[in-house]
């Protein structure tokens, strides 16, 4: 977001508490004084292992090069497959924390912060534009490794306010899908969408040789299935996979909350929007990595 227009978020909300109007109507004047942006693109990007954050392989690489070819955005809001809730819920705070959840990794690892700004008033734009959930603000979540992860190699300055959409892990697909839906209008806005996950993980089959390169035959199987009906536009056969893959399925994902984040990025695809391949491999045999942009 340009400084002219925080400045202006920033009185519009004064206004509104020494006036009395409604931060809500407040919020709804500021999405319209915002300077719209060519159509940002979407994101679903494979994170994988923590270390790749800070190791210097091709991953991290991939998502340096992200952060210089991508038009900068006024905000990053990303929907990361490690913040499960009961409900959907946004943050709304101004200094998310960095939040190490993970074990057994190296100190320089739990070193690493990421002190981007948070962004309430892109989150109350969400909570309005989505009608199809209640969504609640959360104050007490920040920014977990599925989001820090990847933007500390892709904006390191971390300069650009980001805020994060968490996942109900008992509705079904067609809820995520529908919520991604309804969060278009951020792109027009400059907001870059990132789904932080994995196409396929299973980490009870990992290859902890450190080789990985044999590929298990239903890892591969789901990972060719989703690519072909990604590429097909056949979002159907996406929502429906689990029954249509059966036994693949629960392979692929015995949890599926790292796929979860690909269908709100699904959902914000547009008609005939390009679809991008990369990092389209397998880490440890039963981690994709394969990711997309979408625009």
Same mark, same amino acid.
């Not at 002190?115 to 109350?124: K, V």
């Not at 190699?153 to 809820?175: E, H, N, R």
């Given at each position: 977001?340009?400084?002219?227009?925080?400045?202006?978020?920033?009185?519009?909300?004064?206004?509104?508490?020494?006036?009395?109007?409604?931060?809500?109507?407040?919020?709804?004047?500021?999405?319209?004084?915002?300077?719209?942006?060519?159509?940002?693109?979407?994101?679903?990007?494979? &994170?994988?292992? +923590?270390?790749?954050?800070?190791?210097?392989?091709?991953? %991290?690489?991939?998502?340096?090069?992200?952060?210089?070819?991508?038009?900068? +955005?006024?905000?990053?809001?990303?929907?990361?497959? %490690?913040?499960?809730?009961?409900?959907?819920?946004?943050?709304?705070?101004? =200094?998310?924390? $960095?939040? =190490?959840?993970?074990?057994?990794?190296?100190?320089?690892?739990?070193?690493?912060?990421?002190?981007?700004?948070?962004?309430?008033?892109?989150?109350? *734009?969400?909570?309005?534009?989505?009608?199809?959930?209640?969504?609640? $603000? #959360?104050?007490?979540?920040?920014? #977990? =490794?599925?989001?820090?992860?990847?933007?500390?190699?892709?904006?390191?300055?971390?300069?650009?306010?980001?805020?994060?959409? /968490?996942?109900?892990?008992?509705?079904?697909?067609?809820? &995520?899908?529908?919520?991604?839906?309804?969060?278009?209008?951020?792109?027009?806005?400059?907001?870059?969408?990132?789904?932080?996950?994995?196409?396929?993980?299973?980490?009870?089959?990992?290859?902890? /040789?450190?080789?990985?390169?044999?590929?298990? #035959?239903?890892?591969?199987?789901?990972?060719?299935?989703?690519?072909?009906?990604?590429?097909?536009?056949?979002?159907? /056969?996406?929502?429906?996979?689990?029954?249509?893959?059966?036994?693949?399925?629960?392979?692929? &994902?015995?949890?599926?909350? %790292?796929?979860?984040?690909?269908?709100?990025?699904?959902?914000?695809?547009?008609?005939?929007?390009?679809? $991008?391949?990369?990092?389209?491999?397998?880490?440890?045999?039963?981690?994709?990595?394969?990711? *997309?942009?979408?625009?």
């Amino acid at each position: 977001m340009q400084r002219r227009e925080l400045l202006k978020a920033g009185g519009l909300l004064a206004i509104a508490q020494l006036t009395g109007m409604s931060t809500l109507s407040a919020l709804t004047k500021l999405g319209e004084t915002l300077a719209p942006s060519p159509l940002m693109p979407v994101l679903f990007i494979g &994170h994988g292992n +923590p270390m790749n954050a800070i190791e210097d392989n091709a991953y %991290h690489k991939s998502w340096q090069a992200l952060g210089k070819q991508l038009p900068r +955005p006024q905000a990053i809001l990303s929907v990361s497959a %490690h913040w499960i809730t009961k409900g959907t819920r946004v943050t709304g705070n101004t =200094h998310p924390k $960095t939040i =190490h959840d993970f074990g057994g990794f190296p100190k320089q690892l739990f070193d690493q912060q990421y002190p981007a700004p948070g962004s309430p008033q892109f989150a109350e *734009m969400a909570k309005k534009l989505v009608t199809h959930s209640h969504i609640q $603000t #959360d104050d007490s979540w920040g920014l #977990d =490794h599925g989001t820090w992860s990847v933007l500390l190699p892709m904006y390191p300055a971390a300069d650009i306010p980001v805020f994060q959409l /968490s996942l109900d892990y008992d509705q079904p697909t067609s809820y &995520h899908y529908e919520i991604g839906k309804q969060l278009g209008k951020l792109r027009e806005k400059g907001v870059l969408i990132i789904g932080s996950g994995n196409l396929v993980h299973n980490l009870g089959a990992v290859d902890w /040789s450190g080789t990985g390169k044999k590929v298990y #035959d239903w890892a591969q199987e789901f990972d060719t299935r989703f690519t072909q009906w990604i590429e097909k536009g056949d979002h159907a /056969s996406v929502l429906n996979y689990q029954k249509i893959l059966g036994n693949t399925a629960t392979m692929a &994902h015995p949890t599926y909350d %790292h796929l979860l984040p690909l269908f709100y990025i699904l959902g914000l695809q547009q008609k005939n929007e390009k679809i $991008t391949w990369f990092n389209d491999r397998f880490d440890m045999s039963s981690i994709s990595m394969r990711s *997309m942009i979408i625009g």
